[in-house]
């Protein structure tokens, strides 16, 4: 009997009054605004305006989850399309069914179109983008936990996840590969965040290095599941899948280097020079605010001075005193010279 165990969560939904808060929807969100508000901090580090990552992310989300959904639907089909299934649950997707190869492809697409109508190059914000969307991988997978879906095979160990009785499951202990995955993202994403400050990666290579770590990853896992899937030569699907993406991220990695070698200087046209400017524009405010201080200083002593006080603080009755002393000398001096010319006048 195996006494310590990863319980399962007895429902995945929690009724707000009439809203229901559902556990995989939740944790996709969560992973989206994890995705945007680290990948704008890398985006301006690398000399992007603030708010453009979540201004192209209103392109990408989207055209993501559409993506993502398209390929569960397609890649298990029979789960919606084969006798005695509703074809209407494909498009219940807080049910869970993402397929990640989907949402990264058409969810590129939704990047491209953001992009340019920005001006903006997608590999620079793809590699800005790529440690969040492997954190949004790690969170997403909590999701599967709450919908008690994609497990691995049976196990006692100690971290071992307990199913409970439903459709298409049995209860027991399993493999949580939704850990396993979820651990392995937070890896990928700290690999990435290394080789990127160690390497100078640009022009794609920080996403392309994050593709090949996750596949690397993925293969392994997806070999412990146990949930219905489609084989291709003894393989599921996905892990073939993860395969040659992997070949494919890396192919790319090795060309790029040899054919756009560095890191661009320039992400965002404009944003530099927008910066510069208006650091200009803040000195220029900051030494009139200073030569104001100064002029109110002025005038301060001025009135401190008196009434009479000119603007360099002398009192104009100084001044007065001193004039008249360079015109006449002082007041007696004046006053004999007026009387000594009536007695010169008498002599003569």
Request: with cysteine.
């Amino acid at each position: 009997m195996n006494l310590a165990f990863i319980p399962s969560p007895s429902t995945g939904v929690i009724d707000l009054g009439p809203i229901p808060l559902r556990g995989y929807a939740f944790c996709i969100i969560i992973g989206v605004f994890v995705a945007v508000w680290f990948g704008n901090k890398r985006w301006v580090a690398r000399g992007g305006r603030s708010g453009t990552v979540a201004d192209i992310a209103v392109w990408a989300v989207p055209f993501g989850l559409v993506g993502g959904r398209l390929y569960h639907v397609i890649t298990d089909y029979q789960l919606y399309f084969s006798e005695g299934e509703n074809w209407v649950d494909a498009f219940k997707i807080w049910e869970g069914g993402l397929g990640i190869w989907g949402a990264i492809a058409l969810g590129a697409v939704g990047a491209w179109i953001g992009c340019r109508r920005r001006g903006i190059p997608l590999p620079a914000w793809a590699d800005a983008l790529a440690p969040g969307i492997a954190l949004a991988q790690a969170i997403g997978r909590w999701g599967n936990w709450f919908n008690q879906e994609l497990y691995g095979k049976p196990t006692d160990l100690p971290w071992a996840l307990k199913i409970s009785e439903g459709p298409n499951r049995v209860a027991g202990t399993y493999h949580p590969t939704f850990l396993y995955e979820s651990l392995w993202c937070v890896g990928v994403a700290l690999l990435v965040i290394w080789a990127d400050r160690r390497f100078k990666l640009g022009h794609g290579r920080v996403f392309a290095l994050y593709v090949a770590a996750y596949c690397a990853g993925r293969a392994w896992i997806e070999y412990m599941r146990v949930d219905e899937a489609h084989h291709v030569l003894g393989l599921r699907l996905n892990v073939w899948t993860a395969i040659i993406v992997f070949v494919l991220a890396v192919t790319y990695i090795v060309i790029s280097a040899k054919v756009r070698p560095g890191r661009e200087e320039i992400v965002e046209p404009g944003a530099t020079d927008t910066d510069a400017e208006g650091d200009a524009d803040a000195k220029d405010s900051d030494a009139k605010d200073s030569d104001a201080k100064d002029s109110d200083v002025k005038d301060a002593d001025a009135k401190d001075a008196g009434p009479g006080a000119t603007a360099d603080g002398t009192d104009a009755e100084t001044k007065a005193d001193a004039g008249s002393t360079d015109g006449t000398g002082d007041g007696e001096t004046g006053d004999t010279e007026k009387d000594g010319a009536p007695e010169a006048a008498k002599k003569l």
